[in-house]
């Protein structure tokens, strides 16, 4: 059987391509296309080499892992760790799919053409035939994850939380927030954000209804007996989100915060809530925000 070494290279070129092209659309990374062809090459030498057995540590599983986040770092330039092992480890997951969609069309196609050398699948079936597979590949890898977040319902987005404070007990609905890590700096708390009308049982309204005021540093509008009585217990916490880049909450610490997710409840004792003085929601579906990683 003859094997030509552009038909090596080409076929690995293009199937690296493409499965990075559907790494980077996973991660919603964002595509160029001259860095996915620099990383496919790369990849695609590799496959050349390794044919060729013009280096010894062709079939070394540490050269592999090199050889992969080099092409990563080429594709995506991952600028954390967490990130580039994040990247690898899809990268793997879709290569895994790849070839086995793919291997699996050309033996049904042509199996009598297919040989094995150097760890590498070759044979005389069309190019097409490859790429055909890379094809379909591709439409399950992303079909499955589809699939995936689609079960992901608005229910697992919520959970009951039942708030302690000042000796009083209060229940709401809190939004689990992907992108909510909001701590008191100082000491590293985490933070609930709760609407301020929720917790006219737990705080006095002198408080509640000037938020914004103590947020100057203004008292002149609260009795002088709930001044001295929470002066000490209020604390600042910076925040930034959307439209607003430098704000900030009045918030207290809670006794305690009762987490009911699904079956499970956890009590956690060292949480402060954050006074938001609006509505989170025009329907009320949640009046609080929670990190996920409080769960």
């Not at 990075?20 to 991660?27: C, E, R, Y």
Request: proline residues 3%; positive net charge.
């Amino acid at each position: 059987m003859t094997i030509y070494i552009d038909v090596v290279l080409i076929e690995n070129l293009m199937m690296n391509f493409i499965i990075l092209l559907a790494t980077g659309l996973i991660l919603k990374e964002r595509i160029s296309v001259i860095r996915l062809l620099l990383a496919s090459l790369l990849g695609a030498i590799y496959a050349v080499v390794s044919y060729l057995s013009i280096l010894e540590m062709y079939s070394s599983m540490i050269l592999k892992i090199i050889l992969s986040i080099v092409m990563i770092y080429i594709a995506f330039n991952p600028q954390t760790m967490k990130k580039m092992w994040k990247d690898i480890l899809l990268f793997y997951l879709t290569s895994f799919v790849f070839g086995g969609a793919a291997f699996a069309l050309i033996y049904i196609v042509r199996p009598q053409d297919i040989l094995m050398r150097n760890g590498l699948f070759l044979g005389t079936y069309p190019l097409k035939t490859i790429v055909l597979g890379a094809i379909i590949a591709f439409i399950i890898i992303m079909t499955a994850f589809t699939v995936v977040k689609s079960k992901i319902t608005k229910k697992d987005m919520f959970c009951e939380i039942e708030i302690e404070l000042n000796h009083k007990k209060i229940e709401t609905t809190a939004m689990i927030d992907t992108g909510n890590l909001l701590k008191e700096p100082i000491t590293n708390t985490p933070v609930i954000v709760v609407e301020h009308t929720l917790l006219y049982d737990c705080i006095p309204k002198e408080i509640l209804n000037h938020l914004d005021e103590l947020l100057g540093g203004e008292f002149n509008n609260i009795p002088e007996p709930i001044k001295e009585k929470y002066r000490a217990k209020l604390k600042l916490i910076p925040f930034s989100s959307l439209g607003k880049q430098n704000g900030m909450l009045i918030g207290m610490k809670a006794e305690a915060i009762k987490i009911k997710d699904m079956d499970k409840e956890e009590t956690k004792e060292n949480i402060i809530i954050g006074i938001y003085n609006k509505s989170l929601t025009k329907r009320g579906e949640y009046r609080a925000l929670m990190g996920i990683d409080l769960l």
